[in-house]
């Protein structure tokens, strides 16, 4: 997760730096139109009455198993964009945090030659992804929540069959109503997963881009500083 300074904290300026400062507000218009837009889809979708059969049964809790990963790692997105944006203001207007990503690195590289702003680069590279990466990992619990989703419902349908019992006709009404409700399961928890890790990773290309911006802009001020 992204270091930052407590809130009692007062920034160290240092020099206000060169340069046209980043639209503030412009990653985080994408991430809240992204996340306007999906609700709204979902929401359509529930008053179309498409989502409500997931609600119920066996589907309902992997369902809701499914949502609370996804509400938790959109949190975890959001929080770690606003971090980066304030971090990426504060390199442009010179206000450097004791204890940020920015204040490390201009540490390493004061007085360090090309080759150990080089390796400085790297780690701060890594630093700087680990923030996206996490998210990626939940967006690829919720496929495989959906996957698990999936093989409980086969189960719960083949469970339901007895070949034995198919020339009965008053049991093949019952093996048929479990056999619907084990494929509803299955395509439900599938169709969720699936939905929500596509959701949760635009959002975190955001956050990667958010990133990558941050990355230019501290090894900018880097190579500003060790010019002057």
Do not use: K
């Amino acid at each position: 997760m992204l270091a930052a300074s407590s809130s009692g904290e007062e920034p160290t300026t240092v020099g206000a730096s060169a340069g046209l400062r980043p639209p503030r507000y412009l990653l985080f218009l994408q991430f809240t139109l992204v996340n306007v837009v999906s609700t709204a889809l979902c929401a359509a979708a529930w008053l179309e009455g498409w989502l409500s059969d997931a609600l119920t049964g066996y589907s309902l809790w992997l369902c809701l198993l499914i949502m609370a990963v996804f509400i938790h790692g959109l949190a975890i997105c959001g929080w770690r964009l606003w971090q980066v944006v304030r971090e990426i203001d504060d390199v442009h207007a010179g206000a450097i945090r004791s204890g940020s990503r920015t204040a490390w690195y201009l540490a390493q590289v004061r007085g360090a030659g090309a080759e150990s702003r080089a390796t400085a680069c790297g780690l701060l590279r890594l630093r700087l992804a680990q923030p996206s990466s996490g998210v990626r990992h939940i967006a690829g619990i919720l496929i495989m929540l959906g996957l698990v989703g999936t093989v409980i419902g086969f189960i719960v349908a083949l469970s339901g069959v007895d070949p034995q019992q198919v020339p009965t006709v008053e049991n093949v009404a019952p093996m048929v109503a479990r056999l619907i409700n084990g494929m509803s399961i299955a395509l439900y928890t599938t169709l969720f997963g699936s939905v929500l890790h596509l959701w949760l990773m635009v959002t975190q290309r955001i956050l990667a881009m958010a990133a990558l911006l941050l990355y230019q802009s501290i090894v900018e001020r880097g190579e500003r500083d060790a010019r002057a």
